[in-house]
């Protein structure tokens, strides 16, 4: 037997593993960035989401407690101004997404998801706390309503 007659086929199933392994590695990670850059926008929205519900929920709590002398006076602009802090820092990840991201590594773009889910960690306390306060406030000026002037 003629060693080219098995040496030709045994290369050219090697180089055809090779060309499929390429392929399905190359596929692998396209499809692991797509779904770190489709994570990044959503956690972004979601983020934003919860920024502007934080707003939404200080300005009610402190046009409900300017109506009613009896209870403490809050640092309204000390609270705008974290939830203002919180909207920056977050057009700033918007911005490196829109620039950045599509040249970023993959450790890069697993670091930002990564920085995204811990904001939003961090600010789901302070949205369930501020839920609770809005309640207690209501309740309160529901009291305060009912027992009259």
């Known amino acids: 037997m003629n060693i080219y007659q098995t040496l030709v086929p045994t290369v050219v199933l090697a180089i055809l593993a090779g060309a499929v392994a390429g392929a399905w590695l190359y596929r692998r990670r396209t499809y692991r960035r797509t779904a770190?850059?489709?994570?990044?926008?959503?956690?972004?929205?979601?983020?934003?989401?919860?920024?502007k519900s934080c707003r939404s929920g200080l300005q009610q709590a402190h046009a409900v407690m300017s109506l009613n002398p009896d209870l403490p006076?809050?640092?309204?602009?000390?609270?705008?101004?974290?939830v203002d802090a919180g909207l920056r820092s977050l057009l700033q990840q918007r911005i490196w997404i829109r620039d950045k991201a599509a040249g970023?590594?993959?450790a890069q773009?697993?670091?930002a998801v990564s920085a995204m889910t811990e904001m939003r960690a961090q600010l789901a306390p302070l949205l369930q706390a501020l839920s609770q306060a809005q309640h207690a406030l209501d309740d309160a000026m529901r009291e305060h309503?009912?027992?009259?002037?």
């Open 104 to 106: 970023a590594s993959q």
């Open 145 to 149: 309503i009912q027992r009259g002037p």
């Open 36 to 51: 770190s850059m489709h994570t990044l926008i959503e956690l972004a929205d979601r983020l934003e989401g919860d920024l």
């Open 109 to 111: 773009l697993d670091d």
């Open 73 to 82: 006076a809050a640092s309204e602009q000390e609270a705008h101004h974290a």
